[in-house]
């Protein structure tokens, strides 16, 4: 039975090294190390002979490509411990071999180790690939754990995986990151206020890769006792990966450090925007042409310039092609400029009035013209600047300069005025051509001051010494009438004018003119004859006169008129300085209509303070001057004043006649037709009282008389009111205020303003006053805010407005209300009548605008009504100007 146990054992284990033997290599190794058995596929491994590896140590063939590991190994089989790991062999010197191998040792009853079996499982082919993506791995961490940015990792909820060195260095070692393993930076605030987290957020919900510039932090710089904080840009990239394996997004964040370059961006920006400042502020024209001719930019100067009146039409302007810039060669200038490459400087003069597309300034213009090629330092481009500078003034300025200088020498001919300058170190003088002609001198003659002296007579030159020792002492220019003896030995008047000349505080030269004046003061002479002959002659006419130029500077004046001024007046003093009253008023508009037309005007001037009337006559002389005549004409005014004042009081008086027999016929019509009907009830009342057979229907009766006799009386007493005030014409009339009689009129009826609501507005502005009877304008205010709560609608709040303005000479009233309004068509010929009421209101008489219509008209005003039913009435009335 042993037997047959063992040989069947024995046979599994037979079938055990085949199935080892088939895949796996297999050798035993006694105690020492050496080989005593290996199975045919480590021999074909190992390409030798048996005979060559039995006996043989195992590392001498199989050489442990790390020994101190095989010695730990070893030392563990030695023990009697069972190893598995995997081992890396090499073979034939260069070759490696993996096994997955297994040692188990063979022990003796002692316990020592006998020997050792070791099977392995040859994973080269598997391992090679996997230790070369594993160096792969580590060169490539190398390399990003060394990359000059920083890169770090995430998982999807924001927490930090991993992080290369320079991502390290940029959160520093005090970092959450690095400090705090569960740290989630998306809720920090910092990285949600500069974008961080939301660019991460972003890249989680839509899985596109964001690169974006972040301000992350600011770092500190010492400077002596200060610390300042400077900005640190960092281009931040954030992507998404999917690991092939787990199938899990992993995110990744890229930190690039743009610093430098960020604030070189920023200092670039400031540099442009400060040179476009400059630009843009140039006191002078800029504008900038492509290399094709199109206008780029024009800046604020040349565009006030320009005044362009399309600014974004002309944008598409080409001074190659434009009409104007071909007239006056601006096309030929940008050429020149571009071809020659150097700047070019150019004045020329521009009629802008030949395109008004171009610009708005519309007159001719003269330009100070810079044109310059500029290389773009990007685009490499030639653009042209043009420089422009309006100098028109200046050239104005010089032409006039010139126009004047020629000016001078035609008028020093014609006025006969010469130049001359003493040099007081040398005596020297320097006399003008005009000078030279003067004194009958030839133009080559040299002149001192005593050659300039000796033309003088004896009397004058003395004078003349005088005036300039006193120049030269004190500073102050001189001007003088003198004589001279010219040299062809003629006498001359001339007038001598003298400035001191002064370089630096010192008085060097003295200038100034002399002027030929013997034809003026001869004309001087006989003018003086004739005007103390006009003085006569004008001194006996009752009336004044004055002759003066256009401006008003007094030539000539006669006693009465001087009389009419009221002092004495010294010629060539302006009339409105001595005769002050004629300031303000038409005296000045009809000198100029008298001065522009050149035809008289005659006028009549009334002087309130001194109560003066005084005609005027202003007549044009032949010699540009005007002739002022001036009659006092006040008592001749004063009675013709009477005679109309008395004129207009008989007028009144016939009107106040008419006006009474108007309405003595009103009053009598208006009596019959009002007590007509309550007298024809009286005696049909009496009749009645006197036939009633009983005392009851007598009292009855009587109580009836009563009754008809009491509404006579009210109509009797209202019709003596009307007549009142129809009476009383030259009723006392006085400046009333609008407001203030509004106001008492308010006061008198507060009781039924208040009990009834109504809402009461003005606006007088544009008439606040006026002229009229106190009591006249109370009555109608307080008739017109009377019925306006009376007769007001209960469908809506009560209000009632009023208005006033001036219409031509009258002042016209408004006051319009929201009442229950008039039926206008049915009784608007009687809305003003005398007892006429057309609601049924307990409180109506039908007389308040029948007295209001009266009072209106005794002061010549006039009133009518608009209304319409359940609209409310407006009420216009029209107060006559005095």
């Keep these: 039975m042993n037997q047959v146990m063992l040989e069947e054992h024995y046979r599994r284990l037979q079938h055990l090294e085949t199935a080892i033997n088939a895949c796996a290599l297999s050798l035993n190794i006694d105690s020492g190390g050496c080989i005593t058995t290996a199975n045919a596929r480590l021999i074909a491994a190992l390409q030798l002979p048996a005979a060559a590896i039995t006996g043989k140590p195992i590392t001498d063939l199989l050489s442990p490509t790390v020994r101190e590991h095989w010695q730990r190994i070893w030392g563990a089989v030695n023990n009697g411990n069972a190893v598995q790991e995997q081992l890396c062999f090499m073979i034939r010197e260069d070759e490696p071999l993996w096994l997955e191998a297994g040692i188990s040792p063979i022990m003796d009853n002692t316990g020592a180790m006998e020997g050792c079996t070791l099977i392995g499982l040859d994973i080269t082919a598997r391992k090679i690939p996997e230790l070369r993506v594993k160096e792969d791995e580590q060169y490539f961490r190398q390399i990003l754990e060394n990359l000059p940015i920083g890169l770090q990792q995430f998982a999807p909820d924001g927490i930090c995986i991993e992080m290369n060195s320079r991502q390290r260095g940029i959160w520093g070692t005090e970092h959450p990151f690095l400090t705090s393993p569960d740290y989630n930076w998306l809720r920090d605030p910092m990285y949600r206020l500069n974008g961080l987290a939301r660019m991460f957020e972003d890249v989680r919900s839509n899985g596109k890769t964001l690169k974006r510039e972040i301000l992350l932090n600011y770092s500190e710089h010492q400077s002596g006792n200060i610390t300042r904080l400077f900005p640190v840009y960092f281009e931040a990239t954030i992507f998404r990966v999917i690991d092939r394996h787990s199938q899990l997004d992993n995110y990744f ?526 009555s109608i205010l307080q008739n017109f805010i009377t019925n306006a709560i009376r007769y007001r609608s209960p469908e809506r709040s009560p209000a009632v407005h009023l208005q006033t303005w001036r219409e031509n000479e009258s002042i016209i009233l408004t006051v319009e209300d929201n009442g229950i309004g008039i039926d206008m068509e049915r009784f608007g010929n009687k809305l003003f009548g005398f007892r006429k009421t057309f609601h049924r209101n307990k409180d109506a008489k039908g007389i308040g605008l029948f007295i209001t219509k009266s009072q209106v008209e005794a002061l010549g005003g006039s009133i009518k009504a608009e209304s319409m039913p359940g609209q409310g009435t407006k009420f216009i009335i029209t107060f006559r100007s005095e």
């Design 253 to 778: 964040l890229i930190l690039d450090d743009i610093t430098q370059k960020k604030l070189a961006e920023l200092s670039l920006q400031k540099s442009e925007r400060l040179l476009d400042n400059i630009v843009e502020n140039l006191p002078i024209g800029y504008i900038q042409f492509d290399n094709f001719g199109y206008i780029r930019r024009v800046n604020q100067a040349q565009r006030y310039f320009f005044n362009s009146p399309y600014p974004v039409g002309r944008r598409q302007f080409n001074v190659m092609n434009d009409e104007l810039s071909t007239m006056f060669e601006l096309d030929k200038l940008f050429l020149q400029a571009l071809q020659e490459n150097k700047p070019l400087r150019v004045e020329k003069k521009i009629d802008f009035s030949c395109d008004e597309r171009w610009t708005t300034v519309g007159r001719e213009v003269y330009l100070d013209l810079t044109v310059f090629p500029v290389e773009e330092p990007i685009d490499k481009e030639m653009i042209v600047v043009a420089l422009v500078n309006d100098i028109t003034d200046k050239k104005i300025q010089e032409l006039e300069n010139k126009q004047n200088q020629e000016f001078l020498l035609q008028t020093g001919q014609i006025g006969k005025i010469g130049g001359w300058e003493l040099d007081l170190e040398t005596n020297k003088v320097r006399w003008s051509a005009e000078a030279y002609k003067i004194h009958d001198c030839p133009a080559d003659t040299a002149i001192n001051l005593e050659k300039a002296m000796s033309f003088y007579t004896e009397d004058a030159r003395k004078n003349l010494e005088e005036l300039v020792l006193q120049c030269v002492a004190t500073g102050k220019p001189f001007d003088a009438q003198l004589s001279v003896i010219t040299g062809n030995q003629q006498m001359k008047r001339v007038r001598s004018i003298g400035q001191p000349g002064f370089e630096n505080g010192k008085l060097v030269r003295m200038y100034g003119v002399v002027q030929d004046i013997t034809e003026q003061s001869a004309i001087r002479e006989a003018l003086t004859r004739n005007t103390e002959l006009m003085r006569l002659f004008f001194d006996t006419v009752d009336m004044g006169y004055a002759a003066m130029e256009k401006d008003g500077s007094l030539n000539f004046l006669n006693r009465k008129a001087e009389k009419m001024i009221g002092h004495p007046v010294t010629l060539g003093s302006n009339i409105f300085d001595v005769f002050p009253r004629l300031t303000g008023t038409v005296f000045h508009a009809r000198l100029q209509d008298c001065v522009e037309q050149q035809a008289s005007q005659s006028f009549g001037i009334y002087f309130p303070v001194q109560d003066r009337w005084y005609d005027f006559l202003l007549t044009p002389m032949q010699d540009g001057g005007i002739s002022v005549f001036i009659r006092d004409v006040t008592e001749s005014r004063k009675m013709q004043k009477e005679l109309r004042r008395a004129n207009d009081q008989l007028s009144n008086l016939n009107k106040n006649l008419l006006n009474q027999n108007k309405q003595l016929e009103d009053f009598a019509h208006i009596t019959s037709h009002n007590l007509r009907a309550p007298i024809a009830n009286l005696r049909a009342l009496m009749q009645m009282h006197n036939e009633a057979t009983s005392q009851q229907e007598r009292e009855l009766y009587l109580g009836m008389l009563h009754e008809v006799i009491k509404k006579i009386d009210e109509t009797l007493n209202d019709l003596v009111e009307v007549v009142q005030i129809r009476k009383d014409v030259n009723v006392e009339k006085e400046k009333l205020l609008f407001a203030d009689r509004l106001k008492r009129v308010m006061d008198i009826l507060l009781v039924d303003i208040e009990t009834s609501g109504i809402n009461i507005t003005s606006d007088f502005d544009r008439a606040p006053q006026i002229e009229y009877s106190r009591v006249y304008l109370d």
